[in-house]
C-alpha cells in the first residue's frame, strides 16, 4: 500500500543526493500559499520508505506546476491522485516515469503549441568537482550600475527578457542574480540565476553576444556562477533544452555532470484526483 503525505523538505534535495556523490543540505519550503500549491508530497511504501516526490506551485497565470519524481512507478497514480481532479497542470517528470505518466494521463496531454512537449537536460555540479578555469576576465555579478553596458544586447530567440531587465529586478531580490562578462564598457556575455527552492538555484538564460561566440565567454560566465553559488553553500543546477548543443557542450566543458532528462507537459490531472 502507497501512502502520501505533505512535507516540508524539498524533494530536490533527496535526488540530488541520490544522483551525485555529495554531502547536499536538507531545503525548506518557506511558502504563505495553503496546501497544495507551494509545497512538497512523498510516497512512501508500506515498510515507510520514501519512493515518490511531487512539487506543486503556481505561475502568474494561477496554473499548477507540477514536479514530481519517483524511484518506484507505483509511487506515480498515487501522488497524482493528490492533486484536484480534472485540473490542467504543468507537469515536468524524469525520464524514468515518462512512459508511465503518459499511459496515467493517456489523451488528456493537451499539445498547446507546434512544439509539442519539451525536452531538457539537467545538469548539476558537486562541491568536489574540478571545475573549469575561465581565462577570461570581467566576470563578475551585475549591478543596476552595468545596466548602460547591456543596452546593446541584441535580442535571443526563446528569452523573453532583456538583459537590462533582468539586471533591474534582481537588484530588488534577494533570490534572483544576474552574472556577465564586461568588456570595454559591452556586456558580451551573461546568466540570470535564481533559487529554485531552499538552497538549490537554477542557472538560466546563458547567452553570449552574436559578435563574440566562439571566444568561451559563456564557458567563463557559466564556471564563475558555479563556483560563486558554491562559494555560498548553494546547490547549482541547470535545464537546458534537449536540442541545444551549444548550451550543452558549455555545461560538459565547464564540469557540469547530466543526471536527468526532464520532460514538460500540459496535461489534465485524472478524473479520480483526490482533493
Same mark, same amino acid.
Given at each position: %500500500? #502507497?501512502?502520501?503525505?505533505?512535507? *516540508?523538505?524539498? $524533494? ?5 543526493? =541520490?544522483?551525485?556523490?555529495?554531502? !547536499? ?7 504563505? *500559499? ?5 509545497? @512538497? !508530497? ?41 492533486? $484536484?481532479?480534472?485540473?490542467?497542470? =504543468?507537469?515536468?517528470?524524469? *525520464? ?6 503518459? +499511459? ?10 507546434? %512544439?509539442? $512537449? ?7 555540479? +558537486?562541491?568536489d568537482t574540478h571545475m573549469w578555469v575561465p ?21 535571443? $530567440? ?8 533582468? #539586471? ?25 540565476? *535564481? ?5 538549490? !538555484? ?11 561566440? =566562439? ?24 535545464? #537546458?533544452? @534537449?536540442?541545444? =548543443?551549444? +548550451? ?22 485524472? +478524473?479520480?484526483?483526490?482533493?
Amino acid at each position: %500500500m #502507497i501512502t502520501c503525505h505533505t512535507v *516540508r523538505d524539498e $524533494p530536490e534535495a533527496a535526488y540530488f543526493r =541520490q544522483h551525485i556523490r555529495a554531502v !547536499w543540505s536538507s531545503c525548506q519550503i518557506d511558502s504563505p *500559499r495553503p496546501p497544495p500549491l507551494g509545497t @512538497a !508530497w512523498v510516497a512512501r511504501d508500506s515498510a515507510n520508505r520514501c519512493i515518490g516526490a511531487m512539487h506543486v506551485d503556481n505561475d502568474e497565470d494561477g496554473k499548477l506546476l507540477v514536479e514530481m519524481h519517483a524511484t518506484e512507478p507505483a509511487a506515480l497514480t498515487p501522488l497524482l491522485n493528490c492533486l $484536484p481532479s480534472e485540473t490542467e497542470c =504543468q507537469f515536468e517528470v524524469g *525520464r524514468n516515469i515518462r512512459d508511465l505518466f503518459l +499511459s496515467v494521463v493517456r489523451s488528456a496531454v493537451l499539445q498547446t503549441g507546434p %512544439m509539442g $512537449p519539451l525536452e531538457f537536460v539537467v545538469f548539476a555540479v +558537486s562541491p568536489d568537482t574540478h571545475m573549469w578555469v575561465p581565462q577570461a576576465d570581467g566576470v563578475r555579478l551585475l549591478t543596476v550600475a552595468d545596466i548602460c553596458c547591456a543596452r546593446h544586447f541584441p535580442s535571443i $530567440p526563446y528569452y523573453s527578457m532583456e538583459p537590462t531587465r533582468e #539586471i533591474e529586478l534582481a537588484a530588488d531580490d534577494a533570490e534572483s542574480r544576474v552574472y556577465g562578462l564586461v568588456s570595454d564598457d559591452e556586456l558580451r556575455a551573461y546568466a540570470t540565476c *535564481r533559487c529554485a527552492a531552499g538552497s538549490i !538555484w537554477e542557472i538560466c538564460n546563458i547567452c553570449t553576444h552574436p559578435e563574440h561566440r =566562439q571566444r568561451g565567454y559563456g564557458k567563463a560566465v557559466l564556471s564563475y556562477v558555479c563556483r560563486d553559488l558554491l562559494d555560498m553553500g548553494l546547490l547549482p543546477r541547470c535545464n #537546458i533544452r @534537449a536540442n541545444n =548543443q551549444p +548550451s550543452i557542450r558549455t555545461a560538459l566543458a565547464v564540469g557540469m555532470t547530466e543526471y536527468d532528462r526532464r520532460y514538460t507537459y500540459t496535461a489534465i490531472t485524472p +478524473s479520480s484526483g483526490g482533493h
